[in-house]
T-cell receptor, first 110, second 116 residues
Framework: GQGVEQPDNLMSVEGTFARVNCTYS??????LSWYQQREGHAPVFLSY??LDGLKDSGHFSTFLSRSNGYSYLLLTELQIKDSASYLC???????????WGSGTKLIIKP | NAGVIQTPRHKVTGKGQEATLWCEPI?????VFWYRQTIVQGLEFLTY????????DSGMPKERFSAQMPNQSHSTLKIQSTQPQDSAVYLC??????????????FGPGTRLLVL
């Protein structure tokens, strides 16, 4: 079957970093997106990757390995306000539909 | 740009009543998606439209849920005979044409539906 998997929870410390993992198994692949969702709010787009390797966007960086069906979102210099759920979603080849992971809830401790 | 607009923001219905949720996508976006989100199930795809045409409704509970997009500026999701298990946040999202090679979806604030 097709699916996108993420760990439920992740905890880290303010000022350090956090890596949010995402693994996927889909019959097609046209790219992978990361979204941030704060409590009580809708998901907000962060990044889109389609090529293998690391894409450095400053506070948020993303890595993709298509051969391994794996991506991660790296947050550096964590702030308390980075506490949120982070969702990854895979775009299939054949249509617009995104296959969503269930999200990882990131908690940042002082 | 006002973003995706959803109304109402909150709706409370009694069991068995009908609920209609509205979505206005971002102007110029050709695809409109409906999702529902609960703590237990997470984000669940319901249906989507492209250029107003229904493309995929595989996520829709067939018997009581229906969605329409009568024009490019709004879409509706109707739930007949609402049940307590329909309680969720219903999210609408829109995206631009795929020619941009990036299917970023822009979400509305959601409608929080509570069925008593």
């Amino acid at each position: 079957g097709q699916g996108v998997e993420q760990p439920d929870n992740l905890m880290s410390v303010e000022g350090t970093f956090a890596r949010v993992n995402c693994t996927y198994s889909t019959s097609g692949f046209n790219g992978l997106s990361w979204y941030q969702q704060r409590e009580g709010h809708a998901p907000v787009f962060l990044s889109y990757v389609v090529l293998d390797g690391l894409k450095d966007s400053g506070h948020f960086s993303t890595f993709l390995s298509r051969s391994n069906g794996y991506s991660y979102l790296l947050l550096t210099e964590l702030q308390i306000k980075d506490s949120a759920s982070y969702l990854c979603a895979v775009t299939m080849d054949s249509n617009y539909q995104l296959i969503w992971g269930s999200g990882t809830k990131l908690i940042i401790k002082p | 740009n006002a973003g995706v607009i959803q109304t109402p923001r909150h709706k409370v219905t009694g069991k068995g009543q009908e609920a209609t949720l509205w979505c206005e996508p971002i102007s110029g976006h050709s695809a409109v998606f409906w999702y529902r989100q609960t703590i237990v199930q997470g984000l669940e795809f319901l249906t989507y439209f492209r250029n107003q045409a229904p493309i995929d409704d595989s996520g829709m509970p067939k018997e009581r849920f229906s969605a329409q997009m009568p024009n490019q500026s709004h879409s509706t999701l109707k739930i007949q005979s609402t049940q307590p298990q329909d309680s969720a946040v219903y999210l609408c999202a829109s995206s631009r044409d795929r020619a941009f090679n990036q299917d970023t979806q822009y979400f509305g604030p959601g409608t929080r539906l509570l069925v008593l």
